[in-house]
């Protein structure tokens, strides 16, 4: 009897499956390399759920869920090679659907598990994948692209004068600190609650990541960095409260993370998720890096 003739089993993940667990998903998915640290982030940082496939005593295949609400996202699936079209991917996708189902969900999406999440969608690369997808049930809605700043000659497209006027205008600019936790919270929760467990992890780096405009000691604008995918060099979320926009906010804000990013040793930042993609060119010079595709599966 071959490896490949083994009877397979599925079983819940555990911390030890980890290295495993990354070497196969580096194995099968070249477009999202995945570390140890970022894989426990995705797993238990999170609520979700995750599930692995033996072949004896080797891992081939995994899957990590999470229900939101009433929507369930599926942030990773991977089988190795050897061992396609043999079932396990689908047998895989079922059993996370299942559960999502019992916890209330109506749909599934891939990707795009905000706040904690490893990509926005899945990459139209991945032909092989969306063959799969699309046979058992995922639709196609949207498309949705990251954008990539280099962050060499940040000083050409900065205004070395402009927060001091921004400051004359009374609007001032700080890195956050531990106190204005609750004033960033209570800004984001009026705003965008949506983003309110993506920012506070914020608090917990070292600096502390994340910038604010503050007009008389209260939150008009924020931009954070390495929130979600954490030390891989990521920008975002940021935003500035209507009444506040067109006074050049956003973009100073935006200057300041690049310049700590850049201090990390990055040359690079990847913008995901990519709304305002013409503020990002001007004023970041950022290119279109990936496009993503967007699925969902309605129950």
Excluded at 213 to 232: E, T
Aim: glycine share 6%; with cysteine; aromatic share 10%.
């Amino acid at each position: 009897m071959t490896e490949l003739d083994l009877e397979w089993r599925i079983r819940v993940a555990e911390a030890v499956d980890v290295p495993a667990m990354v070497r196969l998903w580096n194995r099968s998915c070249r477009f999202d390399p995945l570390t140890p640290a970022l894989l426990r982030e995705k797993i238990w940082e999170d609520i979700a759920g995750a599930l692995v496939v033996e072949a004896g005593k080797r891992i081939v295949g995994f899957v990590v869920y999470v229900a939101r609400e009433r929507s369930g996202f599926l942030k990773m699936l991977a089988v190795d090679h050897e061992y396609r079209r043999r079932g396990i991917a689908e047998r895989l996708l079922r059993n996370a659907e299942k559960v999502l189902r019992t916890r209330g969900c109506s749909r599934i999406r891939l990707g795009e598990s905000a706040p904690n999440y490893l990509v926005p969608g899945l990459d139209e690369r991945y032909e092989e994948a969306l063959a799969f997808f699309e046979a058992l049930g995922f639709k196609r809605f949207g498309l949705i692209h990251d954008m990539v700043a280099p962050l060499e000659g940040l000083e050409s497209r900065q205004d070395p004068d402009a927060e001091a006027e921004l400051a004359a205008a009374g609007i001032e600019l700080t890195r956050a600190t531990l106190k204005h936790r609750n004033e960033v919270i209570r800004f984001l929760s009026e705003w965008w609650p949506v983003w309110v467990a993506e920012v506070s992890r914020a608090f917990a780096a070292d600096p502390i990541s994340l910038h604010l405009a503050l007009k008389d000691d209260h939150v008009v604008g924020f931009a954070a960095y390495n929130c979600n995918n954490r030390d891989q060099g990521w920008f975002g979320p940021m935003a500035t409260h209507p009444d506040n926009r067109s006074l050049g906010i956003g973009k100073l804000l935006l200057w300041r993370c690049l310049r700590d990013l850049r201090a990390a040793g990055w040359q690079r930042t990847v913008i995901p998720w990519v709304g305002p993609e013409r503020f990002y060119r001007r004023f970041a010079g950022a290119e279109i890096h990936r496009t993503f595709l967007r699925l969902e599966k309605v129950f």
